[in-house]
């Protein structure tokens, strides 16, 4: 009951004026103070396949971005939060000039989308449509043409590639993929709003939370997570209860998130490791990453664990199964920041250019 009236109060602060509730959402949301200038030469994990899948980090996730849309010849459609690297820009830009059947969608919130990345695409005749979503944004970061897909955790800022983030290429994307962007290109017109049905690997919105809960809950012997913003009382409640019943829970937090603070010490206080990211330079700990069994299940994609993603964001997030591969580059990457993480966040300064969420 103390759950839900808190759930109650914070939704209905956060809809007492348009101007509070743009700061609430944001906060909600996971939107660190920017930051940029990040030189960061820290190791991440190499590009990694899974049947038709590849798991890729940081640049690599820039560079699969580039490939898809210099590779397509029929549609290039782009669904991202933010969006302003002036590379992925250009690359649109030439396919649009190619004939392509080149479209964008952005959230209609995204200060970098719309200060950076809606003027160039329209100058360059790219047509380009904002989404606004009711009391959240529409976070979700999806790339789909006839090359291929690339859904996951990361931005198309112009900063975005030094973040601790990943995303996945499929070279074979089912009609899901597409049918995400038709539906958010129509609503963002003024079209119908009805959501349409999806398939595996794809969820969206509140489904996204049953798969993540479900997950924890048929943990048998090890969960490895890596958390933007942890926050969501029923995914920590499942987390805990898996710690408690034996299973091997390991966590990384980003030290920016005054909320983790609270998930670190709940999970802690029930056996698990909880460790938060130490930054090499400026960037974020921004991956949204929970994988269960070594892979028997691996959920990626925009989501943060929280109420404000699960409730009113737009997210998108692949739930994959039996991929011991991903499980073994996450695993290269967890258990190096875990070991030179810290127990409490590092204080530190923010600069002013860089958003995240």
Excluded at 175 to 198: C, E, I, M, N, Q
Excluded at 295 to 302: H, K, L, Q
């Amino acid at each position: 009951m103390r759950r839900m009236k808190v759930r109650l109060t914070t939704c209905w602060r956060g809809i007492l004026s348009s101007a509070v509730a743009v700061v609430m959402l944001c906060a909600l949301a996971g939107c660190g103070v920017p930051r940029s200038g990040t030189t960061s030469t820290r190791p991440l994990p190499a590009p990694v396949q899974e049947g038709d899948m590849t798991l890729v980090w940081g640049k690599d996730v820039k560079q699969a971005a580039l490939d898809l849309i210099r590779a397509s010849r029929q549609y290039c459609w782009l669904d991202m939060y933010e969006l302003s690297d002036p590379d992925i820009l250009s690359a649109l830009a030439d396919a649009r000039r190619r004939g392509v059947d080149t479209r964008v969608v952005v959230d209609a919130t995204e200060s970098h989308s719309q200060q950076t990345g809606v003027p160039a695409l329209q100058k360059a005749g790219v047509p380009v449509a904002s989404l606004r979503i009711s009391h959240g944004i529409s976070h979700i970061k999806l790339l789909v043409t006839d090359a291929g897909a690339l859904m996951g955790g990361m931005n198309f800022g112009a900063h975005s590639w030094d973040n601790n983030d990943a995303s996945v290429r499929v070279d074979h994307p089912n009609p899901s993929y597409r049918t995400v962007f038709l539906w958010d290109w129509s609503r963002a017109r003024g079209g119908a709003g009805g959501k349409p049905a999806l398939h595996d690997p794809v969820y969206v919105d509140g489904a996204i939370e049953r798969q993540v809960v479900r997950a924890i809950e048929g943990a048998h012997s090890e969960i490895d997570m890596e958390a933007f913003d942890l926050s969501e009382w029923d995914v920590l409640d499942a987390l805990t209860a898996a710690a408690k019943r034996g299973v091997a829970v390991q966590v990384l937090l980003d030290p920016g998130q005054s909320q983790n603070r609270k998930a670190a010490s709940e999970l802690r206080a029930a056996g698990a490791t909880v460790r938060f990211y130490k930054p090499y330079g400026n960037e974020w700990m921004h991956a949204k990453i929970l994988d269960v069994d070594g892979g028997s299940t691996f959920i990626i994609g925009s989501a943060n664990f929280t109420h404000q993603a699960y409730t009113y964001n737009h997210e998108g997030d692949l739930v994959l199964h039996q991929v011991p591969a991903f499980h073994q580059a996450l695993m290269q990457n967890l258990s190096a920041e875990l070991a030179r993480g810290t127990t409490q966040p590092v204080h530190r300064s923010y600069s002013d250019d860089e958003g995240a969420a």
